[in-house]
């Protein structure tokens, strides 16, 4: 049973950075894409980005082409999202997503396994 335990996230003004990850356990990490997605209040969660097992594709969505950045460490079974630039509109709760197809069209329904999800409060 994968179990996926989130950290990072937090408060910045719009143009900061910040850095939230997900650490997994129970699985074969590597064997799998990982990914982020993301739901603001009153909205559907959305797709944010996604890394192959290998690390060697990445899909993001086009709001945040640019400026986001998925990466992972298998060694340490851990994938992580990179966001600068921040604006506004980023503002949602972030949530971890195993077995995910790494394609832009990503949707929630089709991930069985999330994290616990990560606050980002942009303010401008």
């Known amino acids: 049973q994968v179990r996926l335990v989130q950290s990072g996230g937090g408060s910045v003004q719009a143009g900061e950075s910040l850095r939230i990850s997900c650490a997994a356990s129970?699985?074969?990490?590597?064997?799998?894409?990982m990914g982020w997605f993301r739901q603001a209040p009153g909205k559907e969660r959305e797709f944010v980005a996604a890394?192959?097992?290998?690390?060697?594709?990445?899909a993001y969505a086009d709001s945040v082409k640019g400026r986001f950045t998925i990466g992972r460490d298998n060694a340490k079974n851990t994938v992580y999202l990179q966001m600068n630039s921040l604006k506004p509109e980023d503002t949602a709760i972030y949530y971890c997503?195993?077995?995910?197809?790494?394609?832009?069209?990503?949707?929630?329904?089709?991930?069985?396994?999330w994290g616990q999800g990560t606050q980002v409060t942009v303010s401008s």
């Open positions: 129970g699985v074969t990490f590597s064997a799998y894409g």
């Open positions: 997503a195993f077995n995910v197809l790494v394609r832009a069209t990503s949707t929630a329904t089709q991930i069985a396994n």
């Open positions: 890394i192959s097992g290998s690390g060697s594709v990445v």
